[in-house]
């Protein structure tokens, strides 16, 4: 299936936090003096709902690191499973060596607040500052705060990817309502 | 359906990110002398993968956060989807009141290289003492390490929650095996 790019929408910011708690796959796109880069992403968490903090661990042997360190912008994008030959793809090779967009078949579509570019073929799209880098030498840990968020507005529940380690990936099953004080 | 007394076996520390990568709500069990505490928590990440580190938020109005921060042990139990209506009734009320393990219908069993208690009904539990503070003041970030893992041995691909917000968690589908350098 050829992947095609989404509409879009703009979300407010105190939903953020539905689309990353569920713990999906993500892709983390950077650019810095007209280099960029895509890779796939696990380790993420909230931080706080409004505005919206993400704390994320980039390894310090990707090429991605040096692109958010230098930039201090990204942008989170979350794949749905029809992607997961892509996501796959950006988890397999390093930016290092060309443009990864290309290598891998995602399209970057300019975003509006950082210099970072949307994955157009992405449910939904994180547009981030670095908010904090005092965990970085310890844990390669950035605080991200998302600044712009955006969704196809055709996507109710994404059916995102969550990795369960060596390539293996749980795909989004059916949604369930409980009676919740959970925000 | 009456939840039951899981058995369990050792999974090794290096095996633990695949459990917690795929960002399930887990249970945070917490004991400080003489009262324990279980909450749903879902803002949690990998940190380290040997030994394992986990950073969580754990809001300073929960009183599960009085008993992390004195006690510095914790266990984080993975409950299946057959535990939803247990897992909501935690997230729901302050274990402050009375013993929330009893209220909601969840047995405490005890875990053998700290004093919090496994979760007796989940899928797998992780002995966690608290291994770095320093995040706290600003965030309620807890980095944890992870001392001692038990899983159901029956159980290969946990059909975990992952919440979506609002008391909507969305059920584990399908695992895919895609070729992954990823670890």
């Known amino acids: 299936m050829v ?15 539905g689309l990353l708690e569920p713990g999906p796959v993500v892709l983390l796109a950077t650019a810095h003096r007209g280099r960029s880069n895509v890779m ?18 980039v390894s310090g042997r990707n090429f991605s690191f040096e692109l958010l ?12 499973a029809r992607l997961a030959r892509q996501v796959a ?26 210099g970072a570019p949307l994955v157009g073929e992405c449910a939904a799209n994180l547009e ?7 965990m970085v030498n310890r844990y390669n ?11 196809d507005p055709r996507v109710r529940e994404p059916r995102t990817l969550h990795h369960r380690g060596r390539g293996r990936f749980m795909v989004a099953g059916p949604t369930v309502a409980l009676p919740s004080r959970m925000r």
Do not use: H, Q
């Open 40 to 57: 796939a992403m696990s380790w993420l968490t909230m931080l706080e709902f409004e505005p919206p903090l993400v704390g994320c661990v």
């Open 128 to 134: 981030c500052r670095v908010a904090d880098t005092r």
């Open 89 to 114: 793809a950006a988890g397999n090779r390093s930016g290092r060596a060309g443009d990864k967009f290309a290598a891998v078949g995602l399209t970057p579509v300019p975003a509006t607040k950082v």
């Open 69 to 80: 360190r230098r930039s201090r912008e990204c942008v989170i994008a979350i794949p749905e």
């Open 141 to 151: 840990f950035f605080v991200l705060e998302v600044v712009a968020a955006w969704i």
């Open 3 to 17: 992947a095609m790019i989404r509409p879009r929408r703009k979300l407010a910011l105190a939903r953020v936090y």
